[in-house]
């Protein structure tokens, strides 16, 4: 076997656009005069494992549709995984096998998308590869609605979840308000160590409304107190309040104030739950008004009908930039978007070395949260804006969205 391929694989939590990255990836492969067939990993490194694969060209050469509609599908086509790869020092047996995968798949490049825990394993395996001269080029492609990753301006996926939060907090205002009663509404918000979701929330202002009328982050540190009076300026001054504010807050000791006792997942991270039902108790006991907490928790993950058109054009560029950059002989990096303007909104696409981004994590710069730190500044709400514009057309059928078909992924 002479041909040069390629193989590209998925991992951490779905976006609405991490297939986007996949399809521009296979629309790469496509246009090449390198490669000849591109194979999914499904269930991310660990297909590689498993010896799971899908040849990507064949499916997308079946029917001409299938690459638009991959692109506006939801979640992960290929599937995903939680896995850590060990420090190959310590045990390089799955690397060996790794390796060998692409030896006899004739892989000259592989693609990971994913985020920090994704960027982890595009290091892992570079270092790897250069131990033993290995060819194969490891790049990897970001994405992450909680848009820490370094090195680059935003990463895929977080201007779609900033779109269906900034909407969901503006249909969350129009429900309070129809109430003449003092109450207080508290949104959580997905963020454990930065506040980008949550203040996304702020897109929600317009002419009408200035919900949400608190804005809390983890950049800085949460005190209850300063809550409690924040929020009872404001009963004075209006009937309702709308608070956000990010599961991961913690206190001046950096103890989140929702973590479940002992619990962290693979990679050490806190379990959070229940910021927001904290908040609810503790206004109930010491405000005594009505108060209610809601949580957007998964839905901002997978709401492709509120897809920013942005967002998946930039996924499906980066996909492509990615293949680009393999032919160049890059390798141990991740593809980057570069902010060129804000107004009109234009970027650029590059890379960067995968040793800057991995293990690393992106906070809102404090200058960008108000002293008070209550509330966000204006260079925020001029860095977000661009992110969740243009919408996408969606295909209907009975009333539902038309998807790519993953049945493959629940037979795994």
């Known amino acids: 076997m002479n041909q040069k391929n390629c193989m590209v694989a998925q991992s951490g939590g779905p976006t609405v656009a991490i297939n986007a990255s996949l399809a521009g990836v296979i629309?790469?492969?496509?246009?090449?005069?390198v490669y000849h067939t591109i194979y999914g990993s499904l269930n991310g490194i660990t297909g590689i494992l498993n010896n799971d694969f899908i040849n990507l060209t064949e499916l997308m050469e079946k029917d001409a549709d299938n690459l638009t509609r991959l692109a506006q599908t939801p979640a992960m086509y290929l599937g995903s995984c939680r896995y850590k790869l060990p420090n190959y020092l310590d045990d390089d047996s799955p690397y060996v096998f790794i390796f060998k995968q692409f030896a006899d798949y004739n892989i000259e490049a592989f693609f990971y998308i994913g985020g920090n825990d994704s960027m982890d394993t595009v290091l892992k395996l570079s270092e790897y590869g250069k131990h033993i001269g290995s060819p194969v080029r490891i790049i990897g492609i970001p994405k992450t609605i909680d848009n820490d990753l370094c090195?680059?301006?935003h990463t895929p996926g977080f201007g779609s979840a900033a779109k269906y939060i900034a909407s969901s907090l503006l249909e969350i205002a129009h429900d309070t308000f129809i109430y003449a009663v003092k109450s207080v509404?508290?949104?959580?918000?997905?963020?454990?160590?930065a506040g980008w979701l949550t203040a996304a929330s702020a897109l929600a202002r317009n002419s009408y409304n200035t919900a949400p009328h608190l804005i809390y982050l983890p950049e800085v540190?949460?005190?209850?107190?300063?809550?409690?009076?924040?929020?009872k300026r404001l009963?004075?001054?209006r009937n309702n309040v709308i608070v956000a504010v990010s599961e991961g807050i913690r206190d001046a000791s950096g103890n989140y104030i929702s973590a479940s006792e002992q619990s962290?997942?693979?990679?050490?991270?806190?379990?959070?739950?229940?910021?927001?039902k904290t908040l609810e108790f503790l206004v109930k006991e010491k405000l005594g008004v009505k108060v209610r907490s809601v949580e957007i928790n998964v839905l901002q993950r997978c709401a492709a009908h509120l897809a920013s058109k942005t967002d998946l054009d930039e996924s499906f560029a980066l996909g492509k930039k990615a293949v680009a950059l393999s032919e160049e002989g890059v390798t141990a990096s991740m593809v980057t978007l570069e902010r060129v303007s804000n107004n009109p909104y234009e970027v650029s696409y590059g890379y960067a070395e995968i040793k800057h981004i991995a293990n690393e994590a992106r906070s809102i710069p404090l200058d960008w949260i108000s002293p008070s730190r209550n509330d966000i500044e204006q260079p925020l709400i001029d860095y977000l804006a661009p992110l969740i514009?243009?919408?996408?057309p969606i295909t209907y059928?009975?009333?539902?969205p038309v998807y790519m078909d993953v049945s493959h992924l629940s037979k795994h």
């Open 221 to 231: 540190p949460f005190d209850s107190e300063d809550f409690l009076l924040d929020v």
């Open 264 to 276: 962290v997942d693979t990679f050490g991270h806190s379990q959070l739950s229940g910021a927001g």
């Open 235 to 237: 009963l004075f001054e």
């Open 389 to 392: 514009v243009g919408e996408m």
């Open 27 to 33: 629309a790469g492969v496509a246009g090449s005069s």
């Open 397 to 400: 059928q009975n009333g539902l």
């Open 185 to 193: 509404t508290i949104v959580e918000i997905m963020g454990r160590d």
């Open 151 to 153: 090195e680059t301006d």
